[in-house]
Nanobody, 123 residues
């Protein structure tokens, strides 16, 4: 499986962006992470293929929505009410199986990472 993230760009505070992660094959769990220089990679949102259950990091709750299109092997991250502190490189990552809920936002749980897409939130 290969992953390709897209949809990043510049947006003003309060604006919205939708990121897309295209997987070239099947997967069990896909998640979005983000990272800024000098900081650890942060779990943003994750979703498992076998259920509709989703999980969100604290910074994403209430503002971001993760969804999937299984027919297209794509996972989306709809980001609303963006803030300057959301500025980061966003990565999607995949695991072949279905991770337990507590591991979904742990970077070390993932086998495959795609190249990141930069999101810049500024006025």
């Amino acid at each position: 499986v290969q992953l390709q993230a897209s949809g990043g760009g510049w947006v003003q505070p309060g604006g919205s962006l939708t990121l897309s992660c295209a997987a070239s094959g099947d997967y069990g769990t896909i998640a979005w992470f983000r990272q800024v220089p000098g900081k650890e990679r942060e779990g943003v949102a994750g979703i498992r293929r076998v259920s509709t259950r989703t999980t969100y990091g604290d910074s994403a709750k209430g503002r971001f929505t993760i969804s999937r299109d299984s027919a297209k092997n794509r996972v989306y991250l709809q980001m609303n009410t963006l803030r300057p502190e959301d500025t980061a490189v966003y990565y999607c990552a995949a695991y072949s199986g279905n991770l337990v809920y507590s591991a979904i936002l742990q970077p070390s749980a993932y086998e495959l990472w795609g190249p990141g897409t930069l999101v810049t939130v500024s006025s």
